[in-house]
């Protein structure tokens, strides 16, 4: 992230994929070649990975060609720079650290209404999840040093024009995405399994469960422009509302509303996604003008 918040998008991605890459080969040659295994092999490739890309991004920050070295004088903490990092990181974490929670509320509930095949629909639907959620989260990331960058330089116009571009594609790629998973979530199921029974099963719960797939664009723009512009405090609240406040709550209280239990557990992902987009989007628009004329906080 310190390297493409210094312009360098190119390479910050191949520091990405060089750990990728590398994992992929060492995992068979360890795995299979030297007779490591999986627990051995895969692990011992990971951390080779892991180090390979520490090195490749050290070695970047401590060239000439870097913009900002990383240099010894810089290196003691800071309060004043360490506190507002960390409130901008706190939205981003409680993102992801839910993933774990939802993944328990929804297994144990599917588990009790559905039993296992539910619950093996559900892992099909959460590894297609994230192909619409990792990009969509990889064009907000990709925008929001361009946003923050003219929000300091008080180019509120480039601001504006960067929140709509990067609206527009996310936006429409949720569309896209959502009426793929509509259409023909069969192809989608079929990637994961060859069971006739779980394909069919995944491809019914998918339908209901990415319904409201196609706000998340909204959503997600949305709030990760109030953190490009170091709106700390409503990033962490629109993070827990889809998730903590919506989405959880409704897992257990709308499979008794209906005859299908299974139905009502699934029908709470997107009820929780086209509420929590439309809150946002409100909030944003609402905000955008003050925040533009207020400009950063020294």
């Known amino acids: 992230m310190f390297i493409t918040a210094q312009g360098f998008a ?7 994929v060089i750990g990728a890459v590398c994992n992929i080969i060492l995992d068979p040659i360890l795995i299979f070649g030297l007779n490591m295994g999986v627990r051995g092999g ?16 050290l070695r970047f920050l401590l060239e000439k060609k870097t913009v900002l070295k990383l240099k010894k004088e810089h290196l003691p903490i ?3 720079v360490l506190l507002p990092c960390m409130a901008l990181g706190v939205s981003p974490f409680v993102m992801q650290s839910t993933e774990a929670i939802l993944n328990v509320c929804f297994n144990s509930s599917l588990a009790k209404y559905g039993g296992d095949v539910a619950v093996g629909s ?6 297609c999840m994230q192909c619409l959620s990792l990009p969509l989260m990889g064009m907000c990331q990709g ?9 300091g330089a008080r180019k509120n116009d480039r601001v504006r024009q960067t929140f709509r571009y990067l609206l527009a594609i996310c936006v429409a790629f949720s569309c896209l995405f959502c009426i793929v998973a509509e259409l023909v ?9 060859s069971d006739t029974e779980m394909i069919s099963y995944t491809a019914w719960a998918m339908r209901i469960y990415m319904a409201g797939a196609f706000s998340m664009g909204v959503q997600l723009a949305c709030q990760q422009s109030f953190m490009a512009l170091s709106q700390a405090r409503i990033s962490l609240l629109l993070a827990c509302l889809r998730k903590i406040i919506l989405l959880i709550p409704l897992i ?5 509303f209906f005859g299908d239990r299974v139905f009502g557990v699934l029908l709470a992902e997107p009820v929780s ?15 955008l003008n003050g925040i533009l004329e207020k400009g950063p906080s020294k």
Request: proline share 4%; net charge negative; charged share 5%.
């Open 78 to 80: 800071q309060g004043d």
């Open 252 to 256: 257990y209280i709308l499979p008794n």
């Open 10 to 16: 190119n390479f910050s991605m191949l520091t990405t």
């Open 185 to 193: 979530p069969t192809v989608m199921a079929g990637i994961f399994s």
């Open 122 to 127: 559900f892992t099909i639907i959460s590894s």
């Open 42 to 57: 895969a692990a011992t490739a990971t951390i080779l990975s892991q180090g390979i890309s520490a090195v490749w991004v």
């Open 273 to 287: 996604d086209i509420l929590a987009a439309a809150v946002t989007a409100i909030m944003f628009f609402t905000h």
């Open 143 to 151: 925008a929001q040093p361009l946003m923050s960058f003219n929000f």
